[in-house]
T-cell receptor, first 114, second 114 residues
C-alpha cells in the first residue's frame, strides 16, 4: 500500500505571499491531520479533517486554513506568510473511526519564507 | 504549553547499550501513548504504542514502560544499533468529542556510536 504523499517537498516563498500544500492519504484512510514542525516548538497540531469536515483545530491563527476533498486528499493554505512560518509541514492520515489514533505521516513539505 | 514533557533532549550511547527516553504528562484523560521515530528528511514513523491498562509492551528491541500513578512512560531501546540513530518523539492523545489529537513531546535525538 502506498504511503502518505505530500507535494511539493520543498518550497521557498517571500514574506506576504500565500502558499498551498497538498497531501494524499493512504488509500482507505479518511482522516487527515496537519502538523507544523520547527526546531523551537517541535510538532504542533494544526487541524484535522474527516470526511471533508474540519473536526479539530490547534492554536494557530486564521492565516492557516485547510480543506479536504471527497477522495480524502487534503490541502492546507497559509496566507500572508511570515518569516516564522518557515517549518516542515507534516500531514498524517489514519482510519480514525474509533480507538487509538494510529497516524501515519508523510515526508513533509519544507517551507522556507524569506 | 507542552502537554507532554520529554527528556533528555539528546543522548549518546555505545553500540549494544541501552537508550532510555522518559516522558511525563499531566492530563489524566490521555489514553493512548505512541512513540514515533524520525530520520532526517523523513516524516515521523509510528514505532510502538501503549494504552494505560498495560504496564509494559515490547516489540523486538523496543519496550515501553508505563506508570499510570506517576503519569510517566518511557521508551527503552535495547542493544542499540547505529541504525537506531534518529529523533524519537513520545506522544499522547485522548478522546475529545470522538476526535483524537496527538500532543507530542519535544523529541530526543539519539546517537548510537559504533
Amino acid at each position: 500500500k502506498a504511503g502518505v504523499t505530500q507535494t511539493p517537498r520543498y518550497l521557498i516563498k517571500t514574506r506576504g505571499q500565500q502558499v498551498t500544500l497538498s497531501c494524499s492519504p493512504i488509500s482507505g484512510h479518511r482522516s487527515v491531520s496537519w502538523y507544523q514542525q520547527t526546531p523551537g516548538q517541535g510538532l504542533q497540531f494544526l487541524f484535522e479533517y474527516f470526511s471533508e469536515t474540519q473536526r479539530n483545530k490547534g492554536n494557530f491563527p486564521g492565516r492557516f486554513s485547510g480543506r479536504q476533498f471527497s477522495n480524502s486528499r487534503s490541502e492546507m493554505n497559509v496566507s500572508t506568510l511570515e518569516l516564522g512560518d518557515s517549518a516542515l509541514y507534516l500531514c498524517a492520515s489514519s482510519y480514525r473511526d474509533r480507538g487509538p489514533n494510529e497516524q501515519y505521516f508523510g515526508p513533509g513539505t519544507r517551507l522556507t519564507v524569506t | 504549553q507542552q502537554q507532554v514533557k520529554q527528556s533528555p533532549q539528546s543522548l549518546i550511547v555505545q553500540k549494544g547499550g541501552i537508550s532510555i527516553i522518559n516522558c511525563a504528562y499531566e492530563n489524566t484523560a490521555f489514553d493512548y501513548f505512541p512513540w514515533y521515530q524520525q530520520f532526517p528528511g523523513k516524516g515521523p514513523a509510528l514505532l510502538i504504542a501503549i494504552r494505560p491498562d498495560v504496564s509494559e509492551k515490547k516489540e523486538g528491541r523496543f519496550t515501553i514502560s508505563f506508570n499510570k500513578s506517576a503519569k510517566q512512560f518511557s521508551l527503552h531501546i535495547m542493544d542499540s544499533q547505529p541504525g537506531d540513530s534518529a529523533t524519537y518523539f513520545c506522544a499522547a492523545s485522548y478522546p475529545l468529542s470522538n476526535d483524537y489529537k496527538l500532543s507530542f513531546g519535544a523529541g530526543t535525538t539519539v546517537t548510537v556510536r559504533a
